[in-house]
DNA sequence: ACGGCTGGTACA
DNA sequence: TTGTACCAG
């Protein structure tokens, strides 16, 4: 983080947006008479009420808090209103807010079709971006006020969810900071390097030039659960009962991001945390180990017992194989997970998943260490890290020969679903895909990343939000003569959604009435209800844009209209 | 060794 | 590349 990047002197409009106590939105969607009322979404419930990981506003208002368990929360707020997480597999199953957040990114496509529309915006802007009345920068901030507004309002209107949102110039919030700018000049000089001191000075100042880093899904899926105190796994089969349950759990979810997003993942990963009961340094940790990712369920859940397994070695050290070693020198096991990383796109486009693996199709080395299923049957010892065996590798993004499909007509969804089906035998090394390609597996690994690496380029989907904000210039221009020129340029090279307008939403319905187009609009047509969502010193700012004569609407915000910088704003949430 | 589960970054 | 540590919500 401490890179002290410069500010760049092109003027950025950067939006933070936040969802407001999600989890906590996503129960009272599904339970509406929650609404208004102090609740709190709870995960378990067995000991102490279990432990809280959402909490309204309403609930906080009464100093619930999150880190608290149920129990305290019914203490502080006896009206408290606990909603208990779904379980599945016997563990937290969050599915469910991460499909409703997935709901959110996917309203976002309204912008998009905004960028399609992008001269008609340009169009709009042109008129009031040049004026000479106000600040160039506090002008774009204003245009993007309007798109945060449309968006919070847009996401409001398709989910029912309510965020809030900030703006400003760069990353770092900038204002509210004075006590910061104070203490930071206070103790520049005592215990920071150079570059740690200017990135210091920096922020505190809300200066920053580092630049926002686009993505819409998540770059790994991981399945854990935590076994506290007596609940500590002691035997060798709990613990692979459960790395069944969590592997069982991230495979589902591998294969909903690859229908979904067309990806696959190939490294798995195994952490787990654990003490060992009798003396010496029970504050060792349990190592993490990771491995080449084989897709189908019986296949992570061996490789992940199999990592388990040599973490397990390291971890005791010489006397976790020898019983007599040391007396009941026994290790506990106080949590677990899989997680699967390194994701990457596979090419959609006309080809099957099938085509392009059979395409990628490698030998798995067994020059070396022979078929790289083997270790599926091996002893620990014997099995001496999947991450050494380089022939693995290639099976990463590889699915078992048994659900290869011959029929190429495969399409993705298809031989995608055989895969949970088709139970899972050992892939001999003698298969016809592999004899083709009788090349060394570390290059033909490279290969395979490489190739991935390119379809990324070209096969995106839909323009992050960051693109949009990429493409988001305006020239600094003298005025007037050069008009043509000072424009908002909103457009995109990648934008291919449709400008559909929805005007079924029963909960906006009266916002809907009043408003017509989405983003056709000049200024002085913003949409009122847009307008009225603007703290009050923005409104006031517009005001003096569109009718530098008119007086602004008093009491209409709840702000206080004192505030004269628009540097960085704050949105309360929005009411429905 | 009850602040669970999930995801991110930075670093060697 | 793998493994560790730490952070945030």
């Not at 305290?72 to 991460?98: F, M, S």
């Not at 067309?262 to 490294?267: D, E, F, L, P």
């Not at 997680?339 to 070396?368: C, H, L, N, W």
């Not at 298969?431 to 090349?439: C, D, L």
């Amino acid at each position: 983080m401490p890179v002290a990047r410069p500010e760049t002197s092109d003027a950025r409009v950067i939006a933070h947006v936040d969802m407001d106590c999600f989890y906590v939105q996503v129960e009272q969607r599904k339970q509406p008479e929650l609404r208004g009322l102090p609740t709190a979404v709870v995960q378990y419930n067995e000991w102490q009420g279990g432990a809280l990981i959402a909490v309204s506003y309403e609930a906080r208002s009464c100093g619930v808090k999150r880190s608290m368990r149920g129990e305290e929360a019914k203490a502080a707020c006896p009206e408290i209103q606990l909603v208990q997480v779904p379980v599945a597999r016997g563990k937290a199953d969050l599915n469910t807010y991460r499909s409703a957040g997935s709901e959110v990114v996917g309203t976002w496509k309204f912008l998009f079709a905004l960028i399609q529309d992008g001269d008609d915006f340009k169009e709009s802007v042109r008129d009031w971006i040049c004026r000479k009345d106000a600040d160039r920068r506090d002008k774009l901030l204003g245009c993007g006020i309007i798109i945060v507004a449309e968006l919070r309002k847009q996401v409001l209107k398709e989910t029912e969810f309510s965020c809030s949102a900030g703006i400003a110039h760069n990353k770092a919030r900038s204002d509210l900071m004075w006590d910061l700018c104070l203490f930071v000049t206070k103790v520049i000089n005592t215990c920071f390097d150079v570059p740690c001191s200017t990135w210091l000075w920096n922020i505190a100042r809300g200066i920053s030039g580092e630049e926002v880093q686009g993505r819409l899904l998540p770059k790994s899926h991981g399945s854990g659960k935590t076994f506290p105190g007596p609940r500590a796994l002691r035997s060798l089969s709990n613990v692979q009962h459960w790395l069944n349950q969590l592997s069982e759990e991230l495979y589902e979810r591998l294969s909903s991001d690859l229908e979904q997003n067309k990806r696959i993942a190939s490294t798995l990963t195994l952490h787990a945390s654990a003490f060992r009961s009798k003396d010496s340094d029970s504050q060792k940790k349990f190592p993490s180990k990771s491995c080449p990712l084989r897709y189908g369920v019986t296949k992570i859940q061996e490789d992940a017992f199999n990592l388990f397994q040599a973490a397990l070695r390291e971890y005791m050290g010489p006397f976790g194989t020898k019983p007599q070693g040391n007396k009941k020198e026994t290790w506990r096991i106080t949590g677990l997970s899989v997680s699967a990383s390194k994701i990457v796109d596979i090419p959609s486009g006309t080809s099957s998943i099938m085509r392009y693996f059979q395409s990628q199709s490698t030998i798995p080395s067994s020059s070396e260490s022979g078929c790289p299923q083997e270790h599926v049957a091996m002893t620990p010892s014997a099995s001496e890290s999947c991450s050494e065996q380089k022939s693995a590798e290639t099976e990463a993004a590889m699915p078992d020969k048994d659900i290869n499909i011959t029929d190429t007509s495969a399409d993705l969804d298809n031989s995608y679903g055989n895969m949970d089906i088709v139970p899972e035998k050992d892939a001999s090394c003698q298969s016809n895909e592999a004899k083709e390609f009788p090349t060394q597996s570390g290059t033909q690994t490279k290969t395979i990343g490489r190739k991935i690496n390119n379809s990324k380029e070209k096969n995106r989907g839909m323009p992050s939000i960051v693109d949009i904000f990429k493409n988001y210039n305006a020239t600094p221009q003298s005025q007037q003569e050069t008009r043509e020129d000072s424009t908002v340029s909103l457009t995109s090279n990648r934008g291919n959604l449709s400008s559909s307008t929805n005007h079924s939403s029963e909960v906006n319905q009266e916002v809907e009435d009043r408003r017509e187009t989405e983003w056709g609009y000049k200024v002085g047509e913003i949409d009122q209800s847009v307008f009225d969502e603007l703290p009050y010193e923005i409104q006031r700012e517009f005001r003096s844009f569109l009718r530098p004569n008119k007086r602004p609407n008093a009491g209409k915000s709840k702000g206080d209209g004192s505030a004269s910088s628009s540097i960085a704003h704050y949105f309360s949430p929005l009411k429905r």
